[in-house]
């Protein structure tokens, strides 16, 4: 495995840094809308892959708002090979540290992005400088990618797939402890509507209560529809689970509600086909709500699972090295989804590796634990080099 030098590692540190000082918070759409928020991320790295000789294509997603693929245009290969991280983070609200000032204590960076997923950008692109730097680079054309709007549903990625982006394979950075991930659940999130007749609360059978509907679809989620769910199960991930997570409905005391909304959070094993889990999950919901009730299904939010091959050369090369730092014997599945779901789903070779704790992400107090960091530098680095002239992702070689 490569070490690192001290200054190598002081190299990796202080991009991570410069990038957790950009703010690219999203707290909702239109906020970054307004705020054209992965702009600014996007020219410090449009300067800094620039510097380390590559071509930096744009793809504008929304004004402001751009995928960032980069490449070296001498270097060319029958595969190729994306490492990708998202430029957008969650939110501040709410944090009890200085969230942009990327401070040091106890081998730790704290900030937001740190830890989701900057530290898995500062280390591709550490890797990739230093094995250029070397002049060892594998026979895969190398590409690195930075998309935006991943943490509101991985917008940047599904739209860099309908561009007709390609590669033969991904690495995605999300914190994974420096472990391979080859598989993730699809999230199917759920809004349901009942609609009732509402009349004055003190002669509740003039009227429909939509509540009473609605209580009759919390119990069927989490009673019949639960246990359809689990009769399909996978290796790595378990069962699909679905709960509700969100509800509203009525104006009044004194009136009977004539509506009710919910949300749902539904994850489902990768290989479900979700037209066929919303046909059943209609025709299930009718029969258990009975005609009583008049009820609306609508989906908030869709993606695409993972379910790589863990045979793959990728994650077969990968796992190999992860064994050498952390012990790691055998591919991960996670609960959590990703910009791999869309690139998947585009015929793109995905697993996820990077550098944190994912129940580090999101929180008040992110951090990055600098070890972490480090480590999956010289990951990706040994992964590059030791393949120098040959490919990573072909079978053959
Ligand atoms: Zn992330």
Known sequence: MRQLTDSQKQRVRDLLAELVHIDSAVSSQAQARRDRTEERIAAFLTDHLVGMGMTVERQEVEPGRPNLMAHWPDQTGAASLMLEAHMDTVTVEGMIIEPFRAQIRDGRMYGRGACDTKGGMAAFLTALALA?????????KLYFVATMSEETGCHGAAALMEHGFRTTAAIVGEPTRCEVVTCHKAPLWLE?????RSCHASMPECGRNAIEVMARVVDFVHGPWTAYLGRRTHALLGRST?????????SKINIVPARCRARIDSRLVPDWPNTQVMADFE??????????????VAIVESQPGLDTDAGVPLATKLLHLCEEVNGQDAPRGVNYFADTGPFSQAGITSVLFGPGDIAQAHTADEYLD???????????????????GRSIVSPND
């Open 370 to 388: 600098l070890e972490q960091l480090y480590q999956a530098t010289e990951v990706t680095l040994t992964l590059l080099t030791e393949h120098a």
């Open 283 to 296: 025709r299930m919901l009718t029969e258990h709500v009975g005609g009583s009730g008049h009820c609306e």
């Open 192 to 196: 349901v509507q009942t609609r009732g």
């Open 132 to 140: 250029r730097e070397e002049g060892r680079l594998p026979a895969d």
């Open 242 to 250: 679905a709960v509700v997570t969100q509800i509203d409905g009525g």
